[in-house]
């Protein structure tokens, strides 16, 4: 279904958002004080504006309030993102998605009743290095503070086993919920899927839980 999103600061962080909805086929009402980044995005989005976001006549005239979801990727000027946020929420717009710099920011946020708070740098961080550190680690991602969606090259010891045999569920609390082998995805494996050396599996467990298998199997 088509949505339709303000996205406030096109940084390297809005600028991106911006295109990857609008390749979803969303609709994007793009916003910065910067001419010249307005003007990048106005190719780009249903419609770019240049405007500061601060000043609430100018969201009023703008229209913010009747959209869905907002998101504000203001980085550097923390005030601007505050207040921002705070004008968004007064208008009631449903949905506000904030960038935040730090955990003090993040608090001052979520105080002022943004819905959802995102750390790219933190969290790019966290899984870059879950990648590095690890040799059968491909991409890693958070689904909640404990669950973890993990894409995992198949360990050469689970070679010829099936799942059954492997018993990942009863002994680590870990669901394979896909394996792939080259081109084909197999979702939902069955007890009796075997493993291969260069298959890729997908799991769903708690970080202690992955971090035990992948011990387990280096
Ligand atoms: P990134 O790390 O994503 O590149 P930046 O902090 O560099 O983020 O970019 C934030 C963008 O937000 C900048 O383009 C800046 O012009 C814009 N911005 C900052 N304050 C305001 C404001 N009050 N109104 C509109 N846009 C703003």
């Known amino acids: 279904m088509k949505k339709q999103f303000i996205v406030i600061g096109l940084g390297r962080f809005g ?23 307005v003007q990048e995005m106005a190719e780009i989005a ?6 500061d976001s601060t000043d609430e006549s100018v969201l009023k ?16 000027n923390l ?27 993040g608090k001052v946020l979520a105080k002022i009743g943004a819905d959802q708070i995102v750390y790219p740098e933190r969290d790019m961080g966290i899984r870059l290095g879950k990648q ?16 973890h969606l993990v894409e995992m090259k198949a360990p050469k010891a689970m070679n010829g086993y099936t799942l059954q045999e492997l018993d990942i569920r009863a002994k ?16 939902s494996p ?9 298959d890729t599996l997908l799991l ?11 011990r387990k199997y280096e």
Do not use: C
């Open 172 to 187: 680590y609390g870990i669901t394979v919920m896909a394996i792939r082998s080259g081109d084909d995805i197999n979702v």
């Open 15 to 37: 600028s991106s958002l911006t295109k990857t909805l609008m390749e979803a086929g969303h609709e994007v009402l793009a916003v910065d004080k910067d001419l010249s980044l």
């Open 46 to 51: 249903t419609h770019a504006i240049q405007a």
């Open 79 to 105: 005030q601007a993102s505050i207040l921002t946020t705070l004008i968004l929420k007064e208008m009631n717009v449903p949905k506000v998605t904030v960038k935040a710099r730090n955990i003090m920011h």
């Open 190 to 198: 069955r007890a009796d899927e075997k493993i291969q050396t260069g």
């Open 132 to 147: 590095l550190s690890s040799d059968n680690l491909i991409d890693y991602i958070q689904l909640s503070p404990h669950y």
């Open 204 to 214: 769903i467990g708690s970080s202690e839980e992955i971090n035990h298998l992948e």
């Open 61 to 76: 005239e703008l229209g913010a309030g009747n959209f869905h979801h907002a998101v504000v990727a203001i980085g550097e």
